[in-house]
Every structure is written in C-alpha cells, then in structure tokens.
C-alpha cells in the first residue's frame, strides 16, 4: 500500500491510477491523516456465468425430479417454529 499526499495525489493522478490498476492499493492523505483511498475495482459478476450456472442448477432438479416448486410448503418450513 502506497501513501501519498493530497498534494502529490492531485499532481500524479494519472500515475496513481496506473498503480491501482495494477492491483495496488493507494492512501492519500491531509496533513498525515488519511482522508481516502484509490482500490481497484471488485470483479463484477459475469451474466453468462450466472446464467449457466442458473441453467445448471434447473437441469439438476430436473434430473433428480423433485416436481414442481411449492412456495407454500417453503413459506411453512420457513415459518416454522416462529408462532
């Protein structure tokens, strides 16, 4: 982790990036006191991976036939001991 003023933060933001884009993190701060930090981004959810795994998933269930999906015997399992 890099430390950096905000003096030099706002001077070198374009070489600051270029850190954090390789996976560094960075620290910039105000009279020693950090007041923010430069991360590189969370991974975002890839929607075809998501999709087969969903698919997935349905051709389980399918296979194993469990029949159809009955919200009210979830509902009462979920509720269960609740009262």
Request: proline share 5%; charged share 40%; aromatic share 6%.
């Amino acid at each position: 982790m890099r430390e950096v003023g905000a003096f030099e933060a706002k001077n070198k933001l374009s070489a600051l990036l270029d850190l954090v884009e390789q996976g560094e993190e960075v620290v910039i701060t105000r009279h020693g006191k950090e007041v923010a930090r430069l991360v590189p981004p969370k991974g975002r959810p890839n929607r075809d991976e998501a999709r087969a795994a969903i698919q997935r998933l349905r051709d389980r269930a399918k296979k194993e036939n469990h029949g159809p999906f009955d919200w009210d015997e979830w509902k009462a399992y979920r509720d269960e001991g609740r009262r």
